[in-house]
């Protein structure tokens, strides 16, 4: 028997599966992270198709439209344009917004910067510095401008029993036509300080300290590095958040809304609180789209000969 099984030929041994393509499953692998991507993807853009772009077109479309909820819209060309052009508040509004543009980069883009520069150069505390300099962004906005509406309050305000406690003149804040935007313009400067402040905090820390040591070699002074070293070197982030201030000034609201509604005297009035006076004071939603997309347009054009201006430097 043992004979006989030794006679036997040997099992064949089972196949090998074909080789794989060394690129197969990579391939796969790779298809597969772009679909979860796209997935991924997908949802911010329905997000903003339907948050951002539709009210966006949709508020163009209304501009051209007599328009009021519950009523069938009506077609009625450029009268909601011609309207507002002819609207006594409506030269104020451009006239108070560019100000406060202005006097916000004067003060919001120069006083962040000189503060980063402070905090660059401390060796003790600076986490403590940071806290405290960022601590007004953590403050609701709305809670942020009733706190300056009492601070600025010109009988009980802190801001005139303080001018009286040092003996000195008060003033009517926010109360007054001639001080009531720069009023606002220190507000605003005070609220959003902190995020500029650690922008420009995080740009100055990635500079090598190299340029500054071969600068001081040079026998450069303070100014002469910050002028020479620390401008070039965050000159980017300076125009980057340039733009987004300029953007984000123009369309200022929630200061006048809160503190000083507009007054006195339509001083204070800005494009963003006359469109929400057109919509939801005078029930003219048209209008309030005529104006919305006249700033869109503006900030758009600005926008794009900004950047354009700024990268034809940059490529020279």
């Not at 909601?80 to 406060?100: I, S």
């Not at 609201?253 to 339509?266: N, Y």
Request: hydrophobic share 50%; with cysteine.
């Amino acid at each position: 028997m043992t004979k006989t099984a030794e006679r036997l030929p040997a099992a064949a041994a089972p196949l090998a599966p074909p080789p794989t393509p060394a690129g197969g499953g990579r391939g796969r692998r790779a298809l597969a992270d772009q679909v979860r991507a796209y997935g991924f993807l997908l949802g911010g853009l329905v997000c903003f198709a339907l948050f951002s772009w539709y009210p966006a077109i949709r508020a163009v479309v209304i501009a051209f439209q007599r328009y009021t909820p519950g009523s069938t819209p009506e077609w009625v060309g450029t009268a909601n344009f011609r309207r507002v052009l002819h609207d006594p508040e409506f030269g104020a509004a451009w006239r108070n917004t560019l100000t406060f543009t202005v006097l916000a980069l004067l003060l919001g883009f120069a006083v962040p910067f000189v503060l980063a520069l402070v905090l660059n150069e401390l060796r003790h505390a600076k986490a403590f510095f940071r806290v405290v300099v960022y601590l007004p962004v953590m403050i609701p906005p709305v809670v942020s401008a009733l706190l300056w509406k009492w601070f600025y309050d010109p009988g009980a305000g802190l801001a005139n029993e303080t001018l009286r406690a040092l003996h000195l003149p008060t003033s009517n804040w926010s109360n007054g036509t001639d001080t009531a935007l720069i009023s606002l313009v220190i507000v605003a400067t005070w609220a959003n300080l902190g995020g500029t402040v650690l922008i420009y905090l995080a740009a100055l820390q990635s500079i090598p300290g190299e340029l500054y040591e071969a600068a001081e070699l040079d026998g450069a002074g303070l100014l002469q590095r910050i002028r020479h070293v620390t401008i070039p070197q965050t000159r980017f982030v300076i125009l980057m958040l340039m733009l987004l201030q300029i953007i984000a000034t123009m369309q200022v609201f929630t200061e006048p809304f809160v503190i000083t509604g507009g007054g006195p005297e339509s001083a204070t009035v800005t494009v963003l609180y006359l469109i929400y006076k057109y919509a939801f004071l005078y029930n003219d939603f048209g209008g309030a789209c005529a104006l919305s997309v006249m700033l869109l347009v503006l900030l758009g054009a600005f926008s794009a000969l900004y950047l354009r201006l700024t990268r034809s430097e940059g490529d020279a």
